[in-house]
């Protein structure tokens, strides 16, 4: 051990103080430099196969770019990329929010070697080959069971959840950590359009449930409405004249609900609001 290990490891063994059955790394406590905790590992007995050194890993890295031809690289550098942003939509798409090709130009995930409008084209144009390979494959596995995955497969996209919503922009989400319906009402307000974000809604929940659309609800999470923007889409909606389909009740409480007749009456509208809001409540 050279002088600088000598005094890395009294340091640490200085600073620790072991109690019966404690390990030296655990007695050592948890503010140590990374040359600290190996030591410490190393004096206390553990298994060190699963360690790395962060500088080894470094050096090894940057010999294998330094391997790689210019195109090589390029490639090595666009898959990078591609990864962190569908890691992106997918992390986002659990915390609720959608992703645009905004987002991942001012989080710098763009290739220096790309402009933003060819790395985002290599986005989409990598999310349908993807879903073309995975439909065709999967076409092919229902007529012949037998099939076994080819070692090239590895290295395949699988994007299948990754899902696309057209408006002003383009929004990508993951159906895997999104539902549809949550996505749908980001979209719309991602949109900025109450009128549409009201209308919208209000039609697929009477179709889909089917029920009428509580006005409270449009003031949640992702739409965030307030009670005047509410009114004042719903007012505009009407006096439009392009929604006809578009009415509004009460329950006997006070509460608003929006519903489309074009797949609820009036009377049924106005049943399933007075159960949703009195007598559900007044049955549990």
């Given at each position: 051990?050279?002088?600088?290990?000598?005094?890395?490891?009294?340091?640490?063994?200085?600073?620790?103080?072991?109690?019966?059955?404690?390990?030296?790394?655990?007695?050592?406590?948890?503010?140590?430099?990374?040359?600290?905790?190996?030591?410490?590992?190393?004096l206390?007995?553990?298994?060190?196969?699963?360690?790395?050194?962060?500088?080894?890993?470094?050096?090894?890295?940057?010999?294998?770019?330094?391997?790689?031809?210019?195109?090589?690289?390029?490639?090595?550098?666009?898959?990078?990329?591609?990864?962190?942003?569908?890691?992106?939509?997918r992390?986002?798409?659990?915390?609720?929010?959608?992703?645009?090709?905004?987002?991942?130009?001012?989080?710098?995930?763009?290739?220096?070697?790309?402009?933003?409008?060819?790395?985002?084209?290599?986005?989409?144009?990598?999310?349908?080959?993807?879903?073309?390979?995975?439909?065709?494959?999967?076409?092919?596995?229902?007529?012949?069971?037998?099939?076994?995955?080819?070692?090239?497969?590895?290295?395949?996209?699988?994007?299948?959840?990754?899902?696309?919503?057209?408006?002003?922009?383009v929004?990508?989400?993951?159906?895997?950590?999104?539902?549809?319906?949550?996505?749908?009402?980001?979209?719309?307000?991602?949109?900025?359009?109450?009128?549409?974000?009201?209308?919208?809604?209000?039609?697929?929940?009477?179709?889909?449930?089917?029920?009428?659309?509580?006005?409270?609800?449009?003031?949640?999470?992702?739409?965030?409405?307030?009670?005047?923007?509410?009114?004042?889409?719903?007012?505009?909606?009407?006096?439009?004249g392009?929604?006809?389909?578009?009415?509004?009740?009460?329950?006997?409480?006070?509460?608003?609900?929006?519903?489309?007749?074009?797949?609820?009456?009036?009377?049924?509208?106005?049943a399933?609001?007075?159960?949703?809001?009195?007598?559900?409540?007044?049955?549990?």
């Open positions: 051990m050279d002088e600088t290990c000598k005094e890395v490891a009294s340091s640490v063994c200085d600073e620790a103080v072991l109690e019966p059955g404690q390990g030296f790394a655990s007695a050592a406590g948890t503010d140590m430099t990374p040359e600290e905790e190996f030591l410490s590992s190393i206390s007995g553990q298994d060190l196969s699963d360690l790395v050194d962060p500088e080894e890993e470094r050096r090894k890295h940057e010999e294998y770019l330094e391997s790689l031809t210019p195109g090589e690289r390029e490639t090595y550098f666009e898959r990078q990329a591609l990864e962190a942003v569908f890691a992106d939509i992390s986002r798409s659990r915390a609720g929010e959608l992703t645009t090709e905004e987002y991942w130009e001012a989080a710098g995930l763009t290739p220096e070697h790309m402009e933003p409008v060819e790395f985002t084209d290599l986005v989409f144009d990598t999310i349908i080959e993807a879903q073309d390979h995975e439909n065709d494959a999967a076409a092919a596995d229902s007529k012949d069971c037998s099939s076994e995955p080819s070692d090239s497969e590895d290295d395949a996209w699988h994007l299948d959840d990754i899902k696309v919503l057209e408006g002003t922009v929004y990508l989400y993951s159906s895997d950590m999104m539902s549809e319906s949550f996505a749908h009402w980001a979209f719309l307000a991602a949109e900025d359009d109450d009128v549409m974000t009201l209308v919208d809604n209000a039609r697929n929940e009477s179709k889909i449930y089917p029920r009428p659309l509580k006005a409270a609800s449009l003031k949640n999470r992702p739409v965030y409405m307030t009670d005047e923007r509410i009114d004042e889409a719903f007012r505009i909606a009407q006096e439009s392009q929604y006809p389909d578009i009415k509004s009740c009460s329950a006997s409480n006070g509460d608003v609900y929006f519903y489309s007749t074009d797949y609820l009456s009036d009377a049924q509208a106005k399933l609001a007075e159960w949703e809001s009195v007598e559900r409540r007044a049955n549990m």
